[in-house]
């Protein structure tokens, strides 16, 4: 089974819609990202969370709304989609502690906005 | 702040040729340096890291050293395979530099790699 699992894989919305995005981890990590990829852009952080109780906006949260329901839940909502919000997103999570910051990433949520 | 500059793709290239990819970074504090792999239609895997200057990260036949003189951490592999085909990502983790960036990875923009039978 996979470790961090997004829901839904693909969704097709409209333009103002409310959707939100889920993703869940068994691996035990503290903490949790939410990122979009763009052709030619790389991954942008929109939210991160180093624990329940510590949510944090990214480089590009504007649109965009989190919340930690528990260690392991970490949801992503998009309160009135717009069409530049389509692009891939992924969840990731990483463990306190370490030199280094290796992150987890879940298989991506394609979101499309019409 | 911090920052991650790599060369673009696409990177076209025959099986068994001889791929590098150029990953270059400015950092603040004391980074540590990472390179993933995004295979079609999954999401990022860790291919390799080094955390201290002129460690030599590697895997699956993938190597970076990281260049705290030229600040670099370009990704080589001496023969490749379709199965190679992928996009890579140069990514840094800052954990000495300021709070801001601390506990974060900054990404490069991403190679897509290309390998033909």
């Known amino acids: 089974d996979a470790d961090v699992t997004q829901t839904p894989r693909n969704r097709i919305t409209k333009t103002g819609k409310r959707i939100m995005l889920e993703c869940s981890q068994t691996?035990?990590?503290?903490?949790m990202y939410w990122y979009r990829q763009d052709p030619g852009l790389g991954l942008r952080l929109i939210y991160y969370?180093?624990?329940?109780?510590?949510?944090n906006k990214g480089e590009i949260s504007d649109g965009y709304s989190v919340s930690r329901q528990a260690q392991a839940k970490f949801s992503l909502s998009l309160e009135s989609a717009i069409p530049n919000q389509t692009a891939l997103y992924f969840c990731a999570t990483s463990d306190v502690g370490g030199v280094a910051n290796e992150q987890f990433f879940g298989p991506g949520t394609r979101l499309t906005v019409l | 702040g911090d920052s991650v500059t790599q060369m673009e793709g696409p990177v076209t290239l025959s099986e068994e040729a001889f791929l590098t990819i150029n990953c270059t970074y400015t950092a603040t504090g004391y980074p540590s340096l990472f390179w993933y792999v995004q295979y079609p239609g999954e999401g990022l895997q860790l291919l390799l890291k080094a955390t201290k200057a002129d460690d030599k990260g590697s895997n699956k036949g993938f190597e970076a050293t990281y260049r705290k003189e030229t600040t670099s951490f370009h990704l080589e592999k001496g023969s490749v395979q379709v199965s190679d085909s992928a996009v890579y990502f140069c990514a840094l983790s800052d954990m000495g530099g300021t709070t801001d960036s601390w506990g974060k990875l900054q990404f490069g923009a991403g190679t897509q790699v290309v390998v033909t039978p």
């Open positions: 969370s180093f624990d329940v109780k510590d949510i």
């Open positions: 691996k035990g990590h503290d903490r």
